[in-house]
């Protein structure tokens, strides 16, 4: 289904494009197969494994900061919904994937039928992404709304995980979520919040890789 997903991804890349390439591996497939067809593009990426298969492909890649706009972004997410609203709260690098979805001219997400709902059931996290001053406080503020709130651990050392930014990362946890859009204005206007893995009306399209083959999910 991954691959499938990617071939179907790769008919919107066309020569010379600069493209936003997020992590996982239907990324991984996809930048297989850009250099099977020799396009030439260059690549944005917030994703260090995904910036170094670029380079072992050929692809040239641009530093974030460098770039304003693209042509197109490709990612995945661990749910979205008929709405195209989505959840990325795995990687803890949803700030800088919100970027790039953002300077993107075309926002596409590449899922499995898996992944689809008819709206969010939030049984995946809100993961928050919190300046360290602000942990206590923004705490306090979700526990009015959020079935359960925790600061995320590392898995990799003692201590909780702390974002590329330098920022923590809060778990919040919501249940059943009537209005995702106030959800959404809630979150972005609490003091000290810098982004969620909450995409909100951000992609464009999503293309859907199941038994029965490919369907795509566009916003119109």
Do not use: W
Not at 1 to 22: R, S, Y
Not at 52 to 81: M, N, R
Not at 148 to 173: C, E, H, P, W
């Amino acid at each position: 289904m991954k691959k499938q997903c990617a071939k179907e991804a790769l008919k919107l890349i066309a020569d010379n494009m600069t493209v936003g390439l997020g992590g996982g591996s239907t990324i991984g497939y996809l930048i297989e197969y850009i250099k099977e067809t020799n396009l030439h593009v260059k690549a944005v990426t917030p994703s260090y494994n995904t910036a170094v298969l670029c380079k072992a492909a050929g692809i040239s890649v641009v530093p974030t900061y460098l770039a304003s706009h693209l042509d197109i972004a490709f990612d995945g997410c661990d749910e979205v919904d008929l709405n195209l609203n989505a959840l990325k709260s795995g990687g803890a690098i949803h700030t800088k994937e919100k970027i790039i979805a953002s300077m993107a001219a075309k926002y596409v997400l590449l899922v499995d039928e898996t992944k689809v709902t008819e709206r969010l059931s939030f049984k995946y996290p809100v993961a928050i992404e919190v300046i360290p001053e602000a942990v206590s406080y923004v705490k306090e503020k979700l526990q009015c709304t959020a079935e359960k709130v925790q600061l995320r651990q590392s898995g990799a050392k003692d201590g909780a995980t702390v974002s590329d930014n330098g920022n923590m990362i809060i778990d919040a946890y919501f249940g059943d979520v009537k209005n995702v859009k106030e959800l959404n204005r809630m979150l972005l206007m609490t003091a000290g919040i810098v982004d969620t893995s909450l995409f909100y009306q951000i992609a464009d399209m999503a293309i859907v890789a199941g038994k029965d083959g490919i369907h795509i999910i566009r916003k119109d």
